[in-house]
C-alpha cells in the first residue's frame, strides 16, 4: 500500500495529505531507493526554462519539518528528501530563509523589526541545499532556493525584473515559477530563483573561478576605504584562500581620491556601459530595495544592500550582479511601499550629501550619488538616455511585457486558484491575483509615458 502510494507521488499525483503513520512509512520506501546523483549531462537550463512549471518534492520526517516550523528565521538546516521527477536525491538540507521584509506577518512574534516565532504563513521562502554530505550537484547546482512572494501579489516582480536584467545583457539569477510540495501536501506557488554561489559563476562568467562577494562595497558611506576582514566577511567563493587583496587595492584607490577625481579609477574597475545598464534597470523597474538605497544603518553611517560583486580572476574587473527583486516595481508610479522609496534620480544629489527623511514612515536614506562610485557615472546621462531608447525598443514596452506576462499568467493560472482554495484568504483569489498583475501592467505603462 505505502509502496503505491510512494508511486504515485513520485508520478505526480500524491495525495493531498498523509497521515503521520503513512508518513513515516514513505520516508523508509524512499530511503531504499538508490540516491540518484544528476550527472553533467543534466544543465541548470532546464530548471530554469521559462516554458516550464516544475514541481518539487519535499520529504521530512515530522521532529525535522516541526523543527523548521516553529523557528523559521533560525535558518537552521535539517536533513530530508527532494523527489524531482520520479527520482530521489537523499539527505538534502532543507531550511527556510528571508530578511526582515521576508517574516512580515508570518512569523508567531508581531515585532517585525525582530524576526522571530513560529510560521504563521502556508509557506515561507525556503533554501535547499543539495551537497550536506559529499560534493555533488542537482542539475550543476549545489543549491535551490524558492521565494515565498508573500508580499507580490501578481507574483511577477522577481521574474519579470530577473528577466529584463538578463535579456539587457546583465549578468543575473534565472528565475521562473515552480511547484512546491511537502509530504505530500500542496504548499505553494514559488518564484525558482537561482542561488548566487560557486556554480552560478562558472554557469554565467568566462573565467568563473574568482572572488564573489555579497552585500559588501568597495568604500563606505562617508567614500573611506574599507578594511580587509571587511572583504573576507563577505567572501562567498574561495573562502579557504581567503585573499581579497585585488578589491582592497580598489577600494584604496578610491579612498586616496576625492569625488571629483573618482571616475578615473572607476573606470579601469568597472565596465562603463554595462554598469550603466545595470542602473538603468534597476531604475525603470523601481528596485528601490537594492543596490541603489543606501539606508541609515546608526550615526552617521548609510549602507546598500541585495547585491553581489563578481571579481574577475585574471584582472582588475568588478562586476556587479543584483540580487532580492521581490519588492521591484511596488514604487513605479507611486511610492506604496513605506520603506523602500527612493527620492532621488541616480544622478541627483540630496542635502548637500547629509542623510534626509523620507517616505511615509519618515526613514532616513542618502542620495546613491553621493557614492563615489554611482556618483562618478553621472557624467553619462547622454549615454544612459540613449541605452534607455535601446531597452524601450527592445524589452521594456508594452507589447512585449505584455507576451510575457500573459505565457506567464497562462501557466500558473490554476496553481493560483489551487493555492486559494488551499489556504483561503492567505492567499490571493483568482480576482485579486488578475487585478494584481492588471495594475503591473498599468504601473509599467504609466512609467513609460
Known amino acids: 500500500m505505502f509502496f503505491l502510494i510512494f508511486l504515485l507521488s513520485v508520478c505526480d499525483r500524491i ?17 531504499e531507493y538508490e540516491d540518484y546523483f544528476y550527472d553533467q549531462n543534466h544543465i541548470s537550463d532546464y530548471i530554469y526554462d521559462q516554458n516550464k512549471l516544475h514541481r518539487f518534492d519535499l520529504y521530512l520526517t515530522s521532529d525535522n519539518l516541526n523543527e523548521i516550523n516553529n523557528d523559521p528565521a533560525a535558518e537552521n538546516y535539517v536533513q530530508g528528501y527532494l523527489v524531482f521527477e520520479g527520482k530521489v536525491v537523499k539527505n538534502v538540507g532543507i531550511r527556510y530563509k528571508g530578511s526582515i521584509g521576508a517574516w512580515v506577518g508570518c512569523l508567531s512574534n508581531e515585532d517585525w523589526t525582530n524576526p522571530s516565532g513560529y510560521k504563521t504563513c502556508p509557506k515561507l521562502s525556503m533554501k535547499i541545499k543539495i551537497n550536506t554530505e559529499e560534493d555533488r550537484k542537482f542539475y550543476g547546482m549545489k543549491k535551490l532556493q524558492f521565494h515565498s512572494q508573500n508580499l507580490d501579489k501578481s507574483k511577477m516582480h522577481e521574474r519579470l525584473g530577473y528577466y529584463m536584467f538578463r535579456n539587457f545583457g546583465i549578468i543575473a539569477p534565472r528565475s521562473n515559477h515552480a511547484l512546491i510540495y511537502i509530504n505530500g501536501e500542496f504548499i505553494g506557488l514559488f518564484a525558482n530563483t537561482e542561488n548566487i554561489d560557486g556554480p552560478f559563476t562558472n554557469e554565467h562568467f568566462l573565467n568563473p573561478n574568482g572572488n564573489l562577494y555579497k552585500e559588501v562595497w568597495p568604500v563606505n558611506s562617508f ?13 562567498k567563493t ?55 538605497h543606501f539606508y541609515h544603518e546608526g550615526g552617521q553611517n548609510y549602507e546598500n544592500h541585495n547585491f553581489y560583486w563578481y571579481e574577475d580572476i585574471d584582472k582588475d574587473k568588478l562586476q556587479l550582479i543584483p540580487w532580492d527583486l521581490d519588492n521591484a516595481f511596488e514604487n513605479l508610479i507611486q511610492n506604496l511601499n513605506p520603506v523602500t522609496p527612493i527620492k532621488d534620480k541616480w544622478y541627483e544629489k540630496s542635502n548637500n550629501c547629509n542623510g534626509f527623511r523620507y517616505g511615509s514612515f519618515n526613514l532616513l536614506q ?39 506576462l ?30 494584481n498583475v492588471n495594475y503591473l501592467r498599468y504601473s509599467i505603462d504609466q512609467s513609460l509615458n
Open 15 to 31: 495525495p493531498d495529505q498523509i497521515s503521520n503513520n503513512d508518513q513515516e512509512n514513505i520516508l523508509k520506501i524512499i530511503n
Open 223 to 235: 567614500g573611506d576605504k574599507q578594511s580587509e576582514n571587511y572583504f573576507i566577511n563577505g567572501l
Open 238 to 292: 574561495n573562502e579557504e584562500i581567503s585573499d581579497v587583496s585585488k578589491i582592497k587595492r580598489f577600494s584604496d584607490q578610491l579612498a586616496g581620491v576625492n569625488h571629483m577625481n573618482a571616475q578615473n579609477i572607476v573606470d579601469t574597475w568597472i565596465d562603463k556601459d554595462l554598469f550603466l545598464k545595470t542602473i538603468l534597470v534597476d531604475r525603470r523597474i523601481a528596485n528601490d530595495d537594492g543596490f541603489m
Open 366 to 404: 542618502k542620495s546613491a550619488a553621493c557614492d563615489k562610485i554611482i556618483g562618478s557615472f553621472s557624467s553619462y546621462i547622454d549615454k544612459y538616455d540613449s541605452l534607455d531608447l535601446v531597452f524601450q525598443n527592445e524589452l521594456f514596452n508594452m507589447t512585449n511585457i505584455n507576451k510575457l
Open 406 to 435: 500573459d505565457s506567464w499568467t497562462n501557466q500558473i493560472k490554476s496553481s493560483v486558484e489551487k493555492a486559494h482554495e488551499t489556504y483561503g484568504d492567505q492567499e490571493p483569489s483568482l480576482q485579486e491575483w488578475i487585478d
